[in-house]
């Protein structure tokens, strides 16, 4: 099923206007994947044309370490890549240089639209999670650069495949970005320096909280009868353990993250409440989707110290959507309302007021601006940069605290990590006509979560 949009082919294309498309991308050499020349122009490719990764090719584009241009786009549906390509085409100006032939549509458009960068290029994968380690896979074999949203796999054996793809892209000497921007936030830069200074004495204990009504694709009601179940999965893919990880993991990773950084560890061990408590939206509709509403995580790290993380999805219900890092001498602000948005803060003691307050930030660049700029950077510099690592750490501690919720069981990190359940094994061979990862029974309700009776697996 897999088409360039435009039948002609790109060569055919070349030799009829005489090589003049050609022209207007700088001639380069390139040198084991690596770009030297402050000068070249580095191209890109969007895999997954949605609403992040719409927005990474702008950043992408509008990076301050040198010229990028955008040549080609794939995607498995084609109203997705077309409101992707006029957005970007409407505010990326010459620089989103994607004719009909160089956008690609299947399961193996990611590969067509590869095939067009050279390397040392850039592509940029922002499917849902499950396909990201199929289309790191070949980026690494297209000696690529990459930029992947996060979260980065979905379960322990994808986690493990992805640790074994990423030696092979250090070795190789790629750059690759991860999509976890409260690294480049300069407010928690600024906040991880202070609390390693001692500002707020040693971390006795942290707390995030991401609580709010319905976001994204994470509650579903039944599949319409026009749509594959796998079309539907796919573009619902918060609802869908195999294909996101959940709204846990897709959610709530970026609390996870920070904190766990500004502790400079991961935790050993969770355990976890959490459970559904509406099994309808408020138009009497039945949610088939696998998700949770409510989550309530421990994770325990080695010195002891706990980390508590709150998730709920219920309309109406009191929202907070901020992080807080307690330490023997004072609290921090981490995140005040969002993933990662400022201002961050440091206070004396544990009363937040204005009184107490001892540093506040005030960088209000954009952490998603700065990721890109640092990643450019680093290609044209040849610096070593490989985020792939953390984001496979990040990602496993949220599919830890997504796994102790939905089996009740307390679960390690090493335990996660050697979890023997693939959720999606069939993931790189799907076809538009495959059946999905999970199947609905008769009455259109995907399997859930069943804490305390299935214990080693999530459904
Ligand atoms: N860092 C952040 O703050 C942030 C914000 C939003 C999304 N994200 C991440 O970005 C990713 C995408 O999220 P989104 O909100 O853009 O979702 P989206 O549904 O808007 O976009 C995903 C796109 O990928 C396409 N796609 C699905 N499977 C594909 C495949 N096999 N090959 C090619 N294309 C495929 C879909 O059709 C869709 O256009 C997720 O991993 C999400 O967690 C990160």
């Given amino acids: 099923m ?11 294309f070349l030799q009829a206007t005489g090589g003049l498309a050609v022209g207007s991308i700088m001639p380069r050499i390139a040198n084991a994947g690596y770009h030297n020349d402050v000068n070249d122009e580095i191209r890109v490719a969007l895999v997954g044309c949605g609403g992040r990764g719409s927005g990474a090719a702008l950043n992408a584009i509008k990076n301050t370490s040198g010229p990028c241009r955008l040549v080609a786009m794939a995607d498995v549906f084609e109203d997705r890549l077309d409101a992707s390509f006029s957005s970007l085409a409407a505010s990326g100006g010459d620089a989103v240089d994607v004719p009909d032939d160089r956008k690609f549509l299947g399961f193996d458009a990611y590969k067509q639209a590869m095939d067009e960068l050279r390397p040392g290029d850039v592509v940029i994968l922002t499917t849902p999670p499950a396909f990201r380690w199929v289309h790191y896979s070949y980026a690494i074999e297209k000696k690529l650069n990459v930029f992947m949203e996060k979260p980065v796999t979905v379960d322990g054996p994808s986690s493990r495949k992805m640790l074994e793809l990423n030696k092979k892209a250090i070795a190789a000497g790629l750059k690759v970005g991860v999509g976890l921007m409260s690294r480049h936030t300069i ?40 749509m594959t179940d796998l079309e539907y999965q796919i573009r619902r893919f918060h609802s869908f353990i195999w294909a996101s990880g959940g709204c846990f993991n897709d959610f709530y990773i970026h609390h996870i993250d920070h904190l766990c950084w500004m502790k400079n560890a991961w935790p050993i061990k969770a355990q976890a ?27 325990t790290f080695e010195d002891g110290t706990k980390f508590l993380f709150d998730g ?18 004072g609290v921090a602000i981490a995140a005040r309302a969002g993933d990662f948005s400022g201002p961050q803060a440091t206070h004396k003691g544990h009363v937040i007021s204005s009184e107490t307050e001892i540093w506040r930030s005030k960088d209000r660049s954009n952490p998603y601006q700065n990721e890109w700029n640092v990643l450019v950077q680093k290609i044209r510099d ?4 490989n985020e792939v ?5 990040a990602t496993l501690t949220s599919t830890m605290g997504r796994f102790a919720a939905h089996t009740g069981q307390e679960v390690t990190f090493d335990q996660m990590l050697n979890h023997d359940v693939e959720l999606a094994p069939q993931v790189a061979d799907l076809m538009y006509s495959s059946d999905a990862p999970v199947m609905p029974d008769e009455d259109g309700f995907y399997p859930v979560p069943k804490p305390g009776i299935l214990t080693d697996r999530e459904y």
Avoid: C
């Fill in 2 to 12: 897999s088409k360039a949009k435009n039948l002609t082919s790109r060569r055919q």
């Fill in 187 to 226: 407010g928690l830069q600024e906040l991880h320096a202070r609390i390693q200074d001692g500002e707020i004495g040693d971390i006795t204990m942290m707390r995030g909280y991401r609580m709010h009504g319905p976001a994204a694709t994470s509650q579903s009601t039944k599949k319409p009868p026009t």
């Fill in 273 to 299: 409440l959490g459970g559904k408590h509406y099994k309808e939206n408020r138009n009497g509709e039945a949610f088939v989707d696998q998700n949770f509403d409510s989550y309530a995580v421990e994770y």
């Fill in 312 to 329: 709920r999805i219920v309309d109406g219900a009191w929202g907070h959507f901020s992080s807080y890092v307690h330490g023997t001498k």
């Fill in 382 to 385: 040849n610096e070593p940069h």
């Fill in 389 to 393: 690592e953390t984001g496979i750490n």
